[in-house]
């Protein structure tokens, strides 16, 4: 599972 | 970017377009809950400080600008344009019962315990409360004008969409994020009683308005 460094949704 | 986002996304900009026509257009802001348009002023404010950091896309940027500025217009119209038709009576939901627990809950239960993901954690929780002020509202009054309640079924929407996003998302990318998706979820099953009335109500022409 990725885990995310930058949040990419808004 | 798969469908469900976009339509998400899509139907959040409409919900804010909607209400900032019906203010501009009718020069009122009556039925509409300044306090929770704050909230989600704030809300854009500190989930998108990252717009200095990082660059995501130039959809994401455009759309991070989009929000943070029509949410301070909203809160522009309301408190200083149309100040005389505000509903500062029935607006009285004490929103320091929102900012501050969703505070601390950011401050325990977070990604990381940085500045920066602490305060993207707390627009992600503030966010999933915001809409009450408004809800209030309208219970209070027990009515809703039909724009209004478009306006709140496109905002409902939108974090609905956001869930099957979620879904699309852990089976096709194996991405997940549970602090957004358990916010998310307790967001959208805040709009449910509302969703209700809309369809069974609204969508047959008839104006929201709640038993006695």
Same mark, same amino acid.
């Given at each position: 599972?990725?885990?995310? !460094?930058?949040? !990419?949704?808004? | 970017?798969?469908?469900? &986002?976009? =339509?998400?996304?899509? %139907?959040? *900009? ?7 026509? #019906?203010?501009? $257009?009718?020069? %009122?802001?009556?039925? *509409?809950?300044?306090? %929770?348009?704050?909230l989600?002023?704030t809300v ?19 759309? #991070?600008? *989009? ?15 149309? $100040? ?8 009285? @939901?004490? +929103?320091?019962?929102l +900012?501050?627990?969703t ?19 707390f627009s992600?929780y503030l966010e999933?409360?915001a ?23 496109? =905002?409902? %929407?939108?974090?609905?969409?956001? =869930?099957?996003?979620? =879904?699309? &998302? ?10 957004? +998706? ?12 509302? @969703? ?17």
């Amino acid at each position: 599972v990725e885990i995310a !460094d930058t949040h !990419d949704e808004l | 970017m798969n469908i469900f &986002r976009l =339509l998400g996304d899509l %139907s959040h *900009i409409l919900a804010i377009i909607i209400l900032l026509l #019906k203010i501009w $257009k009718t020069r %009122s802001c009556a039925g *509409i809950s300044g306090k %929770s348009q704050i909230l989600f002023a704030t809300v854009y404010t500190m989930r998108y400080l990252d717009l200095v950091t990082t660059y995501i896309s130039a959809y994401n940027t455009f759309m #991070k600008v *989009i929000f943070i500025a029509t949410s301070y217009a909203t809160v522009f119209l309301i408190y200083v344009k149309c $100040k005389a038709t505000y509903d500062h009576n029935h607006d009285t @939901f004490r +929103i320091e019962f929102l +900012i501050l627990p969703t505070l601390v809950l950011a401050l325990l239960i977070n990604h990381e315990f940085t500045i920066m993901e602490v305060l993207w954690t707390f627009s992600i929780y503030l966010e999933s409360v915001a809409i009450l002020p408004q809800l209030f509202l309208v219970s209070k009054t027990g009515e809703a004008e039909s724009i209004t309640s478009h306006y709140l079924f496109a =905002l409902g %929407s939108y974090r609905g969409l956001y =869930l099957l996003n979620w =879904l699309y &998302r852990f089976y096709a990318e194996d991405h997940y994020d549970l602090i957004a +998706i358990i916010a998310g979820l307790v967001q959208t099953v805040l709009y449910c009683d509302f @969703f209700y009335l809309y369809i069974t109500k609204v969508l047959k022409g008839k104006k929201l308005q709640l038993p006695a």
